[in-house]
């Protein structure tokens, strides 16, 4: 594998699981769910719902090509599928409407709110390691096919994201007001449009792939 392979690789999986995973917006809803805690309470409940998404999101990258081989699904289906998901986040993102994949439903917010630990529900669930996310993490690595590089790269690129997601709930208030919701809409429309043409691209190549074309 070549360094240009390696490069294309890199990008498709940290733009992939930027898109679904949300980094920027999870920063937003995190300040707003958390504006009664100390400063030493967010940091906690930060690093907690971080490490708890990271766990998650390895044991779909570790066992999601044997999980899709135990169903009998193939690769060709995956990719079709996980484009159409993709497809679908992106749509939300450009039209800057909230995904419904790893935004919470207004009963979710309204039990978080009356929490006093929300690390794990919704922070790591469905906030950062949200379906879409999870169903991005096990495409991509299926993509690698058995080749351990591929693999540790899409790998790194989540780790990549999870760790910017650390950055940014650390910083969530402060990335709020500098920001703006225009400034977030605009972010999310443009990696709206990056994600909807990667997400047609998997669709391509699944069909491409599958008996009906070959």
């Known amino acids: 594998m070549d360094q240009a392979q390696m490069l294309e690789i890199a990008l498709v999986a940290f733009t992939t699981i930027f898109a679904t995973m949300g980094p920027v917006d999870v920063a937003a809803v995190f300040a707003v769910l958390t504006k009664g805690l100390s400063p030493s309470q967010r940091r906690k409940a930060a690093f907690k719902g971080v490490l708890i998404a990271t766990a998650v999101l390895l044991l779909f990258a570790l066992f999601g090509e044997a999980m899709l081989s135990r169903l009998g699904i ?9 484009g159409i998901l993709l497809l679908l986040i992106a749509i939300d993102m450009v039209f800057a409407r909230p995904s419904s994949s790893s935004t919470p439903t207004d009963d979710e917010t309204t039990e978080a709110q009356k929490r006093q630990d929300i690390s794990v529900f ?9 379906p879409g996310t999870m169903g991005a993490v096990v495409l991509l690595t299926a993509e ?10 899409t790998v790194g690129m989540l780790l990549a994201n ?21 400034g977030l809409n605009v972010i999310s429309r443009v990696v709206g449009v990056l994600l909807a043409a990667l997400a047609v691209q998997f669709m391509f190549d ?9």
């Open 122 to 130: 919704p922070l790591a669930t469905p906030l950062i390691a949200g």
């Open 162 to 182: 999870l760790t910017l997601t650390l950055v940014l709930l650390m910083t969530a208030g402060h990335v709020q007001r500098v920001l703006g919701v225009t």
């Open 144 to 153: 690698a096919q058995g080749d351990v590089l591929a693999w540790s790269i």
């Open 74 to 82: 193939t690769l060709a289906a995956m990719r079709t599928a996980g």
């Open 206 to 214: 699944g069909l491409a792939a599958s008996p009906l074309f070959s």
